[in-house]
């Protein structure tokens, strides 16, 4: 089966921009999720959905992070405007009703 | 709140010798936990969960409650080991998102 798909794969931008990742998870997969892996951590939740609704978004800072799964399959994240601390790699997963998560390559941000 | 704690960031060991990656995590229900790495220029995968309690790659990792520990072993690392290991620990009922460690990355030498 094909994996989850994401892009771009890179990303540099200046602060106060903004920026906008695509993920596609596996078919079938009801459940999707965004983390934030900044250089020398392990991955942060962002936000949880299940189909189109949210599921948990208590990380996501909500002033300048926004998601949304419109449709139930691919999900965008957008952060305007970005900040330096924004920089890190963001991971889309996805899950079949809650079991094993598979994650996609990631998307390296760079804000200057 | 949950928390998982990975107390080393670099592990190095020649191949052959024993492996043990320390995990200790902090929850207050019935935990799930789990062991993902990431190999250079892969994505993230898992390795293993307590639930299945079977070895992958040789690896084990067993569930200690009364610890709070979910420590990876092998007893003889191979230089394909090398890798970045996570240790993640999963919500309760309804959420099933992970928390992660930090990390620890394992180097196995000749």
């Known amino acids: 089966e094909a994996g989850v798909a994401q892009s771009p794969r890179y990303k540099i931008i200046e602060k106060r921009q903004s920026v906008a990742f695509w993920c596609n998870p596996i078919?079938?997969?009801?459940?999707l999720y965004w983390y934030q892996q900044i250089l020398g951590q392990g991955p942060k939740l962002l936000i949880q959905?299940?189909?189109?609704?949210?599921?948990?978004d208590s990380q996501l800072p909500k002033d300048r992070f926004s998601a949304e799964r419109l449709k139930g399959v691919d999900s965008t994240l957008k952060i305007q405007p970005a900040k330096l601390e924004d920089s890190a790699v963001y991971l889309c997963?996805?899950?079949?009703?809650?079991?094993?998560?598979?994650f996609g390559p990631g998307t390296r941000l760079t804000v200057t | 709140a949950q928390r998982v704690t990975q107390p080393e960031k670099l592990l190095s060991v020649f191949k052959g010798a024993p492996v043990e990656l320390k995990c200790n995590y902090s929850y207050s229900g019935s935990p799930e936990l789990f062991w993902y790495v990431q190999y250079s220029r892969q994505r993230l995968q898992l390795l293993l969960r307590h639930i299945s309690r079977e070895s992958i790659k040789g690896f084990t990792a067993d569930l200690n409650k009364g610890e709070t520990s979910f420590h990876l072993k092998k007893p003889f690392a191979q230089e394909e080991d090398s890798a970045m290991y996570y240790c993640a620990l999963g919500g309760g009922t309804g959420r099933r998102a992970l928390t992660f460690g930090s990390g620890t990355r394992l180097q196995v030498q000749p």
């Open positions: 997963a996805s899950s079949l009703l809650g079991n094993e998560q598979y």
């Open positions: 078919s079938g997969h009801a459940t």
């Open positions: 959905f299940q189909n189109n609704g949210v599921v948990d």
